[in-house]
């Protein structure tokens, strides 16, 4: 078999239920999303690592759970320093070891080493000099893209190295209501004069298909990371009010299109059949997007999951995944096999038929049985391990979910600091009865409990969750505010 192309896009901040396929209440078609699920394999139970933006890249580039990183909490912004340690192994540099050609085109929001002009200011940024640790140095042979979110500045544009033009003038939000109520949310900062927030989203989508064009006689990786439809939410005129719902569903009709952009592409190119194309989230929708707006509309962009973005429940972490490559993975397809996004890592080394190095993606379970329909060899993981924005952690075995926290760990409610101290300490969901996670059973299930608190202490102190040696976590790890470990040596 020839090397198959990647291409690999992730949406940012779109939820489960904004797929039609996977949503039989959607208020909205997603034709072209629709058509992967038809054409290849759709996930009911897949999940990011995390329930924010920055944590779950550095898992789906590094196969290792975010929490091992530096950043046990929140996420980074546009101006902080690097994730992805110097000498880690990302499926960028294994590709480009495999001879691959390699590009980073989109929302990067895993840090960069920018030039200052002042070491005391952390925002005293010289943008005529090169910025010295950028996707270039991660595995990518080329980079065009944002530091953050596009709703945090700089918003600038960065081409490899280099800003492709020096900021001119300052942005600023005064919209007066709400933040929570505010689609079109950005922060006040230093914009490029270049740089028009509406145009950011079609401006990615022409270079992906031109770098697709350019590599077309060689096998190629492209990693695109939508700025969409994370805020500013801000769906072109020509995709104003098509979806019958507000601006979120709107800006999420555009997302589909720029899947079908990119499919039609690899179809005038005759590279469709031996291109695995995945489509995903990096976490579930946001409460940005207005959900008692689009309830009027009868649209859950959670679809029946309890929670949003941020959360430790499903909604803030079950995201929709859809994998199309025609030449192995059979049409129509629909997976309830719990995965996970750290997944991509070791499923690529799988197909060809590599072992990763024992120090490398360590969180990384091959997923190629379930796109090959291999029954026997299922299922693939054995425990899956989720993360909420304030740090509060979560494992999945089979059909028990523990959540190491009394609260949602993230925006919903209950919210973190305010349950009543009568409150349980854990939740403990059995997620065949009770997939919108109602009824907390942690009392009628102690040793259900107790096996999974050790499997969760197991996985954190052992620094891996796949077979192997015993590795070390990056960074410190707040044990004293995680009550249910007993003792870490």
Not at 261 to 279: A, Q, S
Not at 306 to 315: H, L, N, Q, S, V
Request: hydrophobic residues 35%; negative net charge; glycine residues 6%.
């Amino acid at each position: 078999m020839n090397k198959p192309n990647i291409i690999y896009i992730l949406a940012d901040d779109m939820g489960y239920g904004d797929v039609s396929y996977l949503n039989e209440r959607a208020a909205f078609k997603t034709p072209h999303l629709d058509q992967m699920c038809e054409e290849g394999i759709s996930f009911t139970d897949a999940h990011a690592s995390s329930a924010v933006c920055t944590p779950s890249r550095y898992s789906i580039l590094t196969g290792r759970y975010n929490w091992r990183s530096t950043l046990k909490q929140g996420v980074l912004f546009g101006y902080d320093k690097p994730l992805i340690e110097t000498k880690r192994q990302t499926v960028a540099t294994y590709l480009q070891e495999k001879g691959y050609k390699t590009a980073c085109i989109g929302k990067w929001h895993l840090g960069l080493e920018w030039t200052l002009k002042d070491a005391n200011e952390k925002e005293s940024i010289d943008y005529t000099k090169p910025l010295k640790d950028t996707p270039i140095d991660h595995g990518f042979d080329y980079f065009y893209g944002i530091a953050g979110s596009l709703d945090m500045p700089p918003y600038v544009y960065i081409e490899n190295k280099q800003v492709t033009a020096i900021p001119n003038r300052v942005e600023v939000n005064d919209v007066k209501i709400p933040q929570e109520l505010n689609k079109k949310f950005f922060r006040t900062g230093l914009t490029g004069e270049d740089f028009i927030h509406e145009e950011v989203l079609p401006n990615f989508t022409e270079r992906v298909l031109s770098k697709i064009d350019e590599y077309k006689d060689e096998p190629f990786f492209i990693y695109f990371p939508l700025n969409a439809p994370h805020t500013p939410i801000l769906p072109t005129r020509e995709f104003q009010g098509r979806s019958g719902t507000n601006e979120y569903g709107d800006f999420v009709l555009m997302c589909d299109d720029v899947v079908g952009r990119v499919n039609k592409k690899l179809r005038e190119c005759g590279l469709d059949e031996n291109t695995i194309v995945i489509y995903t989230s990096d976490n579930g929708c946001s409460p940005m997007a207005n959900y008692n707006e689009l309830a009027q509309y009868g649209h859950n962009p959670s679809y029946i999951y309890r929670g949003t973005k941020a959360d430790i429940f499903e909604g803030g972490h079950r995201v929709p995944l859809i994998i199309k490559w025609p030449q192995v993975i059979r049409h129509g397809i629909q997976s309830q096999e719990p995965v996970c996004l750290t997944d991509f890592f070791a499923t690529i080394a799988d197909i060809f038929r590599d072992s990763l190095e024992d120090h490398v993606a360590e969180d990384s379970v091959s997923n190629l049985p379930i796109w090959s329909e291999e029954e026997e060899l299922l299922p693939v993981r054995e425990a899956l391990v989720h993360h909420s924005i304030n740090g509060s952690f979560s494992i999945r075995k089979g059909k028990w979910k523990l959540e190491m926290c009394p609260d949602s760990g993230g925006w919903s409610v209950p919210r973190p600091g305010t349950t009543p101290e009568a409150y349980p300490p854990v939740q403990l969901y059995n997620l065949e009865e009770d997939i919108r996670e109602q009824f907390n059973i942690y009392d009628q299930h102690p040793d259900v409990v107790e096996e999974l608190k050790i499997l969760l202490k197991k996985y954190i102190v052992e620094g891996r969750s796949t077979k192997g040696t015993v590795l070390h976590n990056t960074g410190t790890q707040r044990w004293e505010q995680m009550i249910w470990v007993d003792s870490v040596d």
